[in-house]
């Protein structure tokens, strides 16, 4: 029965104040709850979640994992890691923007050769109604002096008539 008693004392002093650890010998078959914290916080601010996910546009994998507090060298890895993340966040931006441009010159240089397709087809087709203007030209110049000679024709049957 004391056994009992005192595993009663230390469930409550665990309970009333989470400061305090206290520890007694407790059989075998019963079930322990150990309950602690180190500062007044809440549970979900533990040092795990005080390094939120700061590269969320990242894959998890890529995510920088939280440091161990106690390793000078889990910090640097971190802090490294945190680094790399950042360069790498940047560098994919400056991707994503040459992709943007690269799109723009192409839709530009696609309207350059457009346009110089169209000037091309302007000038093949101007050289084409030039030639038939000046074979209209000799045509209507003939017909002028045939027309002519007509008319010197019929004068001269008038004048004989």
Same mark, same amino acid.
């Given at each position: 029965?004391?056994?009992? =008693?005192?595993?009663?004392?230390?469930?409550?002093?665990?309970?009333?104040? $989470?400061?305090? /650890?206290?520890?007694?010998?407790?059989?075998?078959?019963?079930?322990?709850? /150990?309950?602690?914290?180190? !500062?007044?916080?809440?549970?979900?601010?533990?040092?795990? !979640?005080?390094?939120?996910?700061?590269?969320?546009?990242?894959?998890?994998?890529? +995510?920088?994992?939280?440091?161990?507090?106690?390793? &000078?060298?889990?910090?640097?890895? #971190?802090?490294?890691?945190?680094? /790399?993340?950042?360069?790498?966040?940047?560098? =994919?931006?400056?991707?994503? @923007? @040459?992709?943007?441009? =690269?799109?723009?010159? /192409?839709?530009?240089?696609? +309207?350059?050769? &457009?346009?110089?397709?169209?000037?091309?087809?302007?000038? &093949?087709?101007? $050289?084409?109604?030039?030639?038939? !203007?000046?074979? %209209?030209? %000799?045509?209507?110049?003939?017909?002028?002096?045939?027309?002519?000679? @007509?008319?010197?024709? #019929? +004068?001269?049957?008038?004048?004989?008539?």
């Amino acid at each position: 029965m004391a056994g009992s =008693k005192q595993l009663e004392q230390t469930s409550k002093s665990i309970d009333s104040s $989470a400061h305090m /650890i206290t520890t007694a010998r407790v059989p075998a078959d019963k079930p322990v709850r /150990i309950a602690f914290s180190l !500062n007044e916080s809440p549970d979900d601010a533990s040092p795990e !979640n005080s390094f939120p996910l700061a590269f969320p546009e990242l894959d998890q994998q890529l +995510q920088p994992l939280p440091p161990c507090y106690d390793s &000078k060298e889990s910090m640097q890895v #971190y802090k490294q890691h945190c680094k /790399i993340a950042e360069e790498y966040h940047e560098v =994919k931006k400056e991707i994503a @923007l @040459l992709e943007e441009r =690269k799109k723009e010159l /192409i839709a530009r240089l696609e +309207q350059v050769e &457009k346009e110089s397709m169209d000037a091309a087809q302007l000038a &093949k087709e101007y $050289a084409e109604l030039t030639e038939e !203007n000046r074979t %209209l030209k %000799l045509a209507q110049t003939q017909c002028v002096e045939q027309l002519e000679k @007509l008319r010197i024709q #019929y +004068q001269k049957r008038q004048g004989s008539s």
